[in-house]
C-alpha cells in the first residue's frame, strides 16, 4: 500500500461542530483523472461513532509494532 503525507495538520482534519456534537473528518481534495473537479470527502460523526472508533483504533493499535507506550 502506497502512503502519501497528507498536506494539513490534524488540527484541520479533525474539527468539532460549533454545538459541540458532531466531529467531522475533512480529507483533503483528490483530483481524479478524468473528472473536472477534485472530490471532496467529509465524515460526521456523532459521539457514540467517536467511542466505537476509539475502542476499535485501541484494540488495533495493541496489535502494532512496535508495542504501544502506555504513560
Same mark, same amino acid.
Do not use: C, F, Y
Given at each position: 500500500?502506497?502512503?502519501?503525507?497528507?498536506?494539513?495538520?490534524?488540527?484541520e482534519? &479533525?474539527?468539532?461542530?460549533?454545538?459541540?456534537?458532531?466531529?467531522?473528518?475533512?480529507?483533503?481534495?483528490v483530483?481524479?483523472p478524468?473528472?473536472?473537479?477534485?472530490?471532496?470527502?467529509?465524515? !460526521? &460523526? !456523532?459521539?457514540?461513532?467517536v467511542?466505537?472508533?476509539?475502542?476499535?483504533?485501541?484494540?488495533?493499535?495493541s496489535?502494532?509494532?512496535?508495542?504501544?507506550?502506555?504513560?
Amino acid at each position: 500500500m502506497k502512503q502519501m503525507p497528507l498536506p494539513v495538520t490534524q488540527e484541520e482534519m &479533525w474539527v468539532l461542530s460549533a454545538d459541540r456534537r458532531i466531529v467531522r473528518l475533512q480529507m483533503p481534495s483528490v483530483h481524479l483523472p478524468g473528472h473536472a473537479k477534485p472530490l471532496s470527502v467529509h465524515i !460526521d &460523526w !456523532d459521539a457514540k461513532g467517536v467511542d466505537e472508533i476509539l475502542k476499535r483504533l485501541t484494540a488495533l493499535r495493541s496489535q502494532m509494532e512496535p508495542p504501544p507506550i502506555w504513560n
